[in-house]
């Protein structure tokens, strides 16, 4: 039972446009989600998070959106940029524990 | 600071032998985790300390896998023996608030 769910294995955008990642889940317990960037040998790094009392966080090109009746959250990053193209791996939190999407695989292109 | 450290970052091992894989964590970060990456099940939560005691060790897959955090600055995943299955990348995670956590560069496991 996947608990947390990103649908789309890959996506690619040009340069310059916006990148929508996308990210679901199931268990309403959950309290707390996050993003994290994920480049090749190297670990995860933490990119933006949202509580649950909240729908929109902004920091930068980075927006998370998150929509509880849906139990869906999304990242959207304006600009793209190539040093965006990554793994994105959307995270929630329930009672201290992080469960993972298995990520989207950003291409930007210049 | 230096991030979280880990080591070693590959290790190369026979079916049967002892593992052991180390992290040192972000000084003050009270909270640490153990994370195990493979293509068929992503990313999953082995085990996790907070304040050098073990909260949630329900992810650990056997008896073969144990971790100990004898003090704030080290950790240590044990597998004894080793199997072939479990050849993966074996990241360490540390964080202040138990919320946002930062990564090591993770260590690479292939059992043979």
């Known amino acids: 039972d996947q608990q947390v769910k990103q649908n789309s294995p890959s996506l690619s955008v040009q340069e310059g446009r916006i990148s929508i990642l996308n990210c679901d889940y199931t268990n309403s317990m959950f309290d707390y989600f996050l993003w994290y960037k994920k480049y090749p040998a190297e670990g995860p790094t933490f990119l933006i998070s949202?509580?649950?009392?909240?729908d929109k966080n902004e920091d930068g090109r980075f927006t998370v959106f998150l929509n509880k009746s849906a139990k869906h959250l999304s990242l959207h990053i304006v600009p793209s940029q190539p040093g965006d193209s990554a793994v994105y791996f959307c995270?929630?939190?329930?009672?201290?524990?992080?469960?993972f999407g298995d990520g989207t695989t950003l291409t930007v292109k210049p | 600071d230096a991030g979280v450290i880990q080591s070693p970052r590959h290790e190369v091992t026979e079916m049967g032998q002892e593992v052991t894989l180390r992290c040192k964590p972000i000084s003050g970060h009270d909270y640490l985790f153990w994370y195990r990456q493979t293509m068929m099940r992503g990313l999953e939560l082995l085990i996790y300390f907070n304040n050098n005691v073990p909260i949630d060790d329900s992810g650990m897959p056997e008896d073969r896998f144990s971790a100990k955090m004898p003090n704030a600055s080290f950790s240590t995943l044990k597998i004894q023996p080793s199997e072939p299955r479990d050849s993966a990348v074996y990241f360490c995670?540390?964080?202040?608030?138990?919320?946002?956590?930062?990564f090591g560069p993770g260590t690479r496991l292939t059992v043979t």
């Open positions: 995270a929630a939190v329930n009672a201290g524990k992080s469960t």
């Open positions: 949202i509580s649950s009392i909240k």
């Open positions: 995670a540390s964080s202040l608030t138990g919320y946002e956590q930062y």
